[in-house]
């Protein structure tokens, strides 16, 4: 057991060192500023819990509501959802309304969170209590519950067979767990030494297929490892199979070579990027053609002198014959421009961000 469980455990006081505290980070971006704290309590739930943590479990489940409807740009997230199934678990049916608060937070939980969960006391037991109660939500919950025939389309055995599933995605033992979620955990808590070692060891268990390699290449960069991602997005490339997707597969490896700081790798694999895009009809109109261009101005605005004027050069050229480039984009060729010293090229795309600028406010602002 945690010591933090058993602090809570101790006294529901300490639940309020728990609860959702809104917060604005340094992008200005919101969270939780106690999200990481109440998740390590759930975890510790996850593998040891009893009839007496009811309470607490709904407790945590309310704040896991509140803060999904307080930043719903955090969307579901496998706290909310262990946060669930732990609730669902004690099947009691008048936590369907508790469940219902968490479905209903955000659009991401509307879709993501599980119908099961709300009927994990019975799906006709659960209709009944609702119908028989009088809360405002009751009727939308019953029309959610119930298919055009006015008959419920969850059946008993579909909710049972939603425990035994999250339950092995929840496993009760820690060593039924997947290695990969004791990484994000890791990574969640800042103990990112932890993280890159349960990462490894991962790895080197498992085949280099495309599955292990898109893995690796995804966390690796997300440590910030941008060399050794840049090194398995390499290893994958021969898993690409047709034009768009080589070209997706040298663009991204484009990108990681220029975070790693490796800058005519990167330069070559745009190249490469380029010559699968020849074989792909249309691809200066496709989203793929702008993200090459966008990618091309970014990587002169980070190289050495002379390999930034041939790769801008190069973005210039394209850039006249690939509509629609976004004002990241457009922001980029600025950088660009004003990195190799070409000052009527910065004035240039400086205006047509302004003027994308202007557009994207066009369409946000409010109709009279």
């Known amino acids: 057991m945690s010591n933090e469980l058993g602090r809570m455990r101790e006294s529901s006081a300490a639940w309020q060192e728990l609860r959702y505290e809104p917060a604005v980070g340094d992008d200005g971006s919101g969270y939780d500023r106690n999200a990481v704290r109440r998740a390590r309590v759930l975890w510790a739930l996850q593998y040891d819990r009893g009839p007496g943590d009811v309470e607490l479990v709904r407790w945590l489940a309310g704040q896991e509501a509140q803060c999904r409807r307080g930043v719903p740009s955090q969307g579901l997230g496998d706290e909310t959802t ?7 678990e004690y099947r009691v049916v008048e936590d369907v309304w508790l469940h219902w608060e968490i479905k209903r937070a955000n659009f991401d939980t509307w879709c993501g969170y599980d119908v099961q969960a ?46 035994g599933a999250m339950r092995s995605r929840f496993p009760a033992d820690p060593a039924g767990e997947d290695p990969l979620t004791l990484v994000e955990r890791a990574r969640m808590t800042g103990d990112h030494g932890l993280a890159r070692e349960l990462l490894d060891a991962w790895a080197a268990g498992q085949e280099r297929d495309e599955d292990t390699l898109g893995e690796l290449r995804s966390w690796l960069a997300d440590f910030g490892a941008f060399a050794e991602a840049a090194q398995a997005r390499r290893e994958s490339l021969v898993f690409a199979v047709g034009a ?13 070579e220029r975070l790693a700081g490796h800058h005519p790798a990167g330069w070559e694999a745009l190249t490469e990027c380029r010559r699968a895009l020849a074989e792909v009809d249309g691809w200066r109109e496709v989203g793929l053609g702008r993200m090459y261009v966008a990618e091309l101005f970014l990587l002169a605005g980070a190289a050495e002198p002379a390999l930034a ?22 922001r980029a060729a600025v950088a660009a421009a004003a990195h190799v010293g070409d000052r009527t090229g910065e004035e240039h795309y400086r205006a047509l961000a302004a003027h994308e600028r202007r557009s994207i406010d066009g369409l946000l602002a409010p109709e009279d």
Do not use: I, M, N, Y
């Open 82 to 88: 262990l946060a669930g199934l732990l609730l669902a």
């Open 118 to 163: 709300l009927c994990a006391a019975g799906v006709e037991a659960t209709l009944a209590h609702v119908r028989a109660g009088e809360h405002p939500e009751r009727d939308a919950l019953v029309e959610r519950l119930l298919g055009e025939d006015g008959k419920p389309w969850l059946s008993e055995q579909e909710v049972a067979r939603w425990f």
């Open 244 to 256: 768009r997707d080589r070209a997706s597969a040298w663009l991204d490896l484009a990108e990681l």
């Open 309 to 330: 004027a041939e790769v801008f050069t190069e973005a210039d050229r394209q850039a006249a014959e690939v509509a629609g480039l976004s004002l990241v984009a457009l």
